[in-house]
């Protein structure tokens, strides 16, 4: 049976929040909101379900949780919200519901959440508070959040890297993409490393220009079919030369 939850409006202005990436964003929201989370802030939830329900590679999401650690850890595929229990109602009724809640969780990962929060988690009979409150989030979170369409709508981002500058590039060679492609994922790990190679084989400015001719271009004649990065670094000689005998026939054709 679902259960519903509030999103206070002020998540998104959070200090934290708006410090993250919209890929870091979205798991967030999605930790805080998917339909395995517990009252008390303390759920299991296997990696592969995460994975599968993200749609963000397992890779990927265990590193994307060095980010979020300062609100969350995950030990042993049980995730741990660090302020969601601060921010449930004080009612006597939520009171039990918590308890009972701890009740579900194996008493090594409670201790295993106490040695990293360095603050004693309270237990199922004496319900307290735990660590200290952020910055005025309120955790009440409707969990029927459609997270497919959620992850459409913020997926236009790749995870951090080591550069911001990279990042934005690689986006945005995705976003080229998707215009031949409107179903290409941004997190893919095999069609960012081919990006990635791209950029540094030729260039961000070259790249750019390339893919928008090998779009303006499909399903011409002779054109190679080209849809995703990993088609562009396989085909990119091919596409070359159509282009340069294109050129032969339009000299006013811009160069690539």
Known sequence: MSKNRMLNTKFWSDAF???????????????????HTRICGIYELPLKTMSNETGLEQDMLKTMF????????????????KNFEKHQSASPAIKRGIENSKKEVPQHIL?????????????????DTIVDPPS???????????????????????????SKEANKEITEIFSLFEKINPTIQYGNKTQRSAV??????????????IVEYASKVQGEKY?????????LREKL?????YYKKQETKKPNMVKV
């Open 111 to 127: 201790d295993k959440i106490t040695n990293l929060s360095g603050k004693e988690i309270p237990s199922p009979d004496g319900i």
């Open 223 to 231: 054109s190679p079919v080209i849809t995703t990065p990993c088609h």
């Open 17 to 35: 929040v708006v410090e993250l990436n919209p890929l870091d964003r979205y798991l967030f929201l999605y930790l805080l909101s998917n339909e």
């Open 196 to 209: 990635t190679e791209l950029l540094d084989k030729i260039g961000f400015q070259k790249l750019v220009k």
């Open 237 to 241: 000689s091919q596409l070359m030369v």
């Open 66 to 81: 060095k980010t979020l650690e300062d609100k969350m850890h995950y030990i042993e595929s049980w995730v741990y919200l």
């Open 136 to 162: 005025n989030i309120n955790i009440n979170i409707n969990r029927n959040i459609n997270t497919k369409r959620t992850q459409n709508s913020l997926k236009k981002t790749v995870l951090q890297s080591s």
